[in-house]
């Protein structure tokens, strides 16, 4: 790995270059100012997805889901969590499937939630159906271990 990541930012749409050894200090967007990575999840609009997904250097996971899918709900409160914990090693965003269908659509999500990990722009995996945090987190380092 080299030791800087690219990283959109999901307000302006900047793509960032992190030094990998400021990644758990809460790095922040140079154009805007908001923070790039400081373990909370990340709303995404269609801008900031794709841009995200394509271009990240650091793992992304991204939940899609929509306000009237109640185990996306309930799942909320466990993806943050898992956000946390992986907080500097991976990003965690969500996208609006009601808002976004054609990015739905696109991505083929059958059912909701449903999870989908990218790394480099590419798709590695895909989680469906609410999760607990643990197994959030079991997911995502179950693949960065494996690109180690
Ligand atoms: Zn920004």
Not at 115 to 133: M, N
Request: proline residues 6%.
């Amino acid at each position: 790995m080299s030791d800087a990541v690219k990283l959109a930012c999901a307000t302006c749409g900047q793509m960032n270059r992190v030094p990998v050894a400021k990644l758990a200090e809460g790095p922040k967007c140079g154009s805007c100012g908001d923070p790039l990575a400081d373990g909370k999840v990340i709303d995404l609009d269609a801008r900031a997805h794709d841009k995200a997904t394509r271009g990240d250097e650091l793992a992304l996971l991204v939940d899609y889901w929509a306000p009237w899918c109640g185990p996306c709900r309930m799942m909320a409160p466990e993806f943050a969590k898992a956000a946390q914990t992986l907080k500097g090693r991976a990003r965690l965003a969500k996208l609006n499937t009601q808002d976004h269908p054609d990015i739905a659509t696109r991505t083929r999500i059958q059912g909701i939630p449903a999870l989908v990990l990218y790394v480099r722009g590419r798709e590695v995996g895909r989680l469906a159906g609410a999760r607990p945090a643990a197994e959030i987190v079991a997911f995502v380092q179950g693949h960065l271990g494996s690109r180690a």
